[in-house]
């Protein structure tokens, strides 16, 4: 089975940084488009950026010039770095990807999901 794991996630004060990491591990063919999101309590889950296999990128505005998004294929891995924090920033950050891995007959293709890490940016 595939999963995805994110890692990095924490306690910061604003103005930090922190960088969260997502390692995707089984029994994958490819991953295509990788990205993050992120939801509070009581607030809908929001997009906060995505990365194609070949590099390009999306962010959400209100966390561009602050967050990058980056990954290496070779390690089936995405990382987001985040400086210059805000309490707005405080969230469950999670990760996706759509991946194609071996199956019974064949391949099959789909979404993932991590199950999330905890950012709080101190006030």
């Known amino acids: 089975q595939v999963q995805l794991v994110e890692s990095g996630g924490g306690l910061v004060q604003v103005g930090g940084s922190l960088r969260l990491s997502c390692a995707a591990s089984?029994?994958?063919?490819?991953?295509?488009?990788m990205g993050w999101y992120r939801q509070a309590p009581g607030k809908q889950r929001e997009l906060v950026a995505t990365i194609t296999r070949g590099g390009s990128t999306n962010y959400a505005d209100s966390v561009k010039g602050r967050f990058t998004i980056s990954r290496d294929n070779g390690k089936n891995m995405v990382s987001l770095q985040m400086n210059s924090l805000k309490p707005v920033d405080t969230a469950v950050y999670y990760c996706?990807?759509?991946?194609?891995?071996?199956?019974?007959?064949?391949?099959?293709?789909?979404?993932?999901w991590g199950r999330g890490t905890q950012v709080t940016v101190s006030s």
């Open positions: 089984g029994s994958i063919l490819s991953i295509n488009t």
């Open positions: 996706s990807a759509e991946i194609t891995s071996r199956a019974l007959y064949g391949t099959a293709k789909s979404d993932y």
